[in-house]
């Protein structure tokens, strides 16, 4: 089945130890988003890749990267965790940005720092 | 500014009793689209249903039904005759066109079915 799969679904980190949190997807879809997502929040935009085209949030800290190497593949970066960014990270597709279609979303990782 | 407000935090329910979510927005545009996702205990959120500004039309597929009124700004979802499997976070989103398919989430509503 066509999918979208985030590894590892737990990840462990210490406070600033840098950790990169991993995305593939199947849909071969040319869009893919990264949220956060706090606990009994709503999640929240990070950033999103428009095939290469990356389009950060205005309020996403700079201790936030992403990269895409390919269609397939989107990582997330932290590169220096701190308390405040233990959370679940939502990865999702979609076939295009500006069409309001339905995302997929992958069911996360939810990532704890000590 | 574009809003989304979901003012039940937690629903408990017995089983077979209906339940709504309540769904409210804000926003100037006057194209967008609405969503409901739920998202289960293994943490994926799941497409439920997406509505554009234009129709409004409720829409029933199965157990579950939706009333959009742009009067209220409202989209509300109704589970009828309630299942244990229907436990879940519910978020309701927003997304104006031409905005990147930005969502804009609610805070999400837990509902708990007790059987």
């Known amino acids: 089945d066509a999918m979208v799969i985030q590894n590892p679904r737990y990840q462990v980190t210490q406070f600033g130890k840098p950790v990169t949190l991993s995305c593939s997807q199947t849909?071969?879809?040319?869009?893919m988003y990264w949220y956060q997502q706090k606990s009994s929040q709503a999640p929240k935009l990070l950033f999103h890749?428009?095939?290469?085209?990356?389009?950060n949030e205005a309020d996403t800290p700079d201790n936030f990267q992403s990269r895409r190497p390919n269609t397939s593949f989107c990582f997330l970066d932290i590169r220096s965790p701190g308390l405040g960014d233990a959370a679940m990270y939502l990865c999702?597709?979609?076939?295009?940005?500006?069409?309001?279609?339905?995302?997929?979303f992958g069911p996360g990782t939810r990532l704890t720092v000590l | 500014a574009q809003k989304v407000t979901q003012a039940q935090t937690e629903i408990s329910v017995v089983e077979k009793e209906d339940v709504t979510l309540d769904c409210v927005y804000e926003?100037?545009?006057?194209?967008?689209?609405l969503f409901w996702y739920k998202q289960p205990p293994s943490g994926e959120l799941v497409f439920l249903i997406r509505?554009?500004?234009?129709?409004?039309q409720n829409e029933i597929s199965g157990r579950y039904s939706w009333n959009f009124q742009k009067s209220t700004s409202s989209f509300n979802f109704t589970i009828t005759a309630s299942q244990v499997v229907d436990s879940a976070v519910y978020f309701c989103?927003?997304?104006?066109?031409?905005?990147?398919?930005?969502?804009?989430f609610g805070t999400g509503t837990s509902l708990t079915v007790i059987p």
């Open positions: 999702a597709t979609s076939t295009t940005p500006g069409l309001a279609v339905e995302q997929f």
């Open positions: 849909l071969n879809h040319n869009v």
């Open positions: 890749y428009y095939d290469k085209d990356f389009n």
């Open positions: 926003t100037r545009d006057t194209t967008y689209y």
């Open positions: 509505r554009n500004s234009f129709d409004e």
């Open positions: 989103a927003l997304t104006p066109r031409g905005t990147g398919n930005q969502f804009y």
